[in-house]
């Protein structure tokens, strides 16, 4: 095992199963993807698992609750984050997980319910669009 490598159980969250274990040389967060035997999921949690040696709690192996989740085609990089949508909707989540508040499974393409944000920030004005 490498130093830096914690073997990582990841979990489908819906249905709860486990669908095995990898090694990672790297520490997924939230909103990340993660390719498994073919098939992309992402992490929607992160557990650390520890073990008790020589009066010592250690990190003994990580635990990601996933979602089975295709890389989206509809994507809008803000900064340095991706996120899944159109980020000049005002109901875009600007998040990597979740799209919109009223058409969450998408397409922003021809969304009835699109409308363009305004100039300024809504947390800069006090209001929620």
């Known amino acids: 095992m490498e130093p830096d490598s914690l073997p990582t159980e990841l979990i489908l969250s819906e249905p709860r199963q486990s669908l ?4 990672l040389d790297w520490t997924p967060q939230p909103g990340t993807h993660v390719d498994f035997e ?3 999921y992402t ?3 992160r557990r650390h698992r520890y073990c008790l040696k020589a009066n010592r ?10 979602k089975h989740n295709p ?4 994507v809008t990089v803000l900064g340095d984050r991706i996120i899944i949508g159109d980020a000049r909707c005002v109901y875009n ?13 998408g397409p ?5 319910h699109f409308a363009p944000r305004t100039q300024e920030a809504p947390e800069a004005s006090g209001e929620w669009p």
């Open 20 to 23: 095995g274990s990898v090694m």
């Open 38 to 40: 073919g098939k992309t």
């Open 43 to 45: 992490v929607l949690e």
């Open 57 to 66: 709690y250690t990190l003994h192996k990580i635990a990601l609750y996933v």
């Open 71 to 74: 890389l989206p085609d509809e």
């Open 93 to 105: 989540a600007h998040s990597e997980i979740m799209r919109c508040a009223v058409n969450p499974a």
């Open 108 to 112: 922003c393409h021809n969304c009835q």
